[in-house]
């Protein structure tokens, strides 16, 4: 049931490609400017990062900028989700996204390369290619990974091959790795809204509880390093990254 939710949830971000595409929440300020509130967590992904169907508020990325806050730490969350977007989406994007400094990057894309039968291969190499761009950017930058699984009928061989992209990129990279995103959430119809493919503010309550189970290690140790007169975190919602122009599919 799990695995099936994961497919609703690509079909539904493939068809949104022929329409106009879902934007984040709005944001007055360009990347550059969040680093003046703290070092910068970065999130590219697609619909599950834009928090589709939902108040920004309610998405995983301000409530991971929530516990963020309550942990008294300087870290701003940077909302980069694109609804349809894909691996090779977000490697085009990524350059414009680095532009203000980016201090840890979460990497929440693949689910529709799933979809699209696209060559595993092929993703591989766009999330790497993700990963050396941010680290040319800044080579101290911290890296996670957040895994995705196609269903049984997409066919065994591709399935597993899909399934060891998520840790194999982690383990080359030392990056963290979140083995499944939708852990708890993907195939819950009480936990996704009523087209069977979103989250709703409850499913991405447990979202950001995934992702906060490795995210928080990452940025302790990030913490540790940081200098003691950091600015506080202002009680916002995390930024969402203006798009640029020619971005997304």
Known sequence: MMLMGVLVLAQGQTQGQGDA????????SPPAEAKAGGPVVLIIGDSLAAGHGLD????????????????????????AGLSGDTSAGGLRRIDWLLRGGVDVLIVELGGNDGLR?????????????IIDRARRKNPAVEVVVAGMQMPPNMGEEYTTAYREIFPDIAKANNAALIPFLLEGVGGRPELNLPDRIHPTAEGHKIVA????????????KRQNRQSPNQAALPDALPESAPQPPSAGD
Not at 118 to 127: D, G, M, W, Y
Not at 209 to 220: A, S
């Open 21 to 28: 595409p879902l934007p984040s929440a709005p944001a007055a």
């Open 56 to 79: 920004p508020s309610e998405a995983f990325p301000a409530l991971v900028q929530e516990k963020i806050r309550e942990a008294g730490w300087p870290f701003r969350v940077v909302n």
């Open 117 to 129: 039968g696209i060559s595993p291969k092929e993703t591989r190499a766009n999330l790497q290619g």
């Open 209 to 220: 509880e995934t992702v906060w189970g490795v995210l928080k290690p990452v940025l302790q």
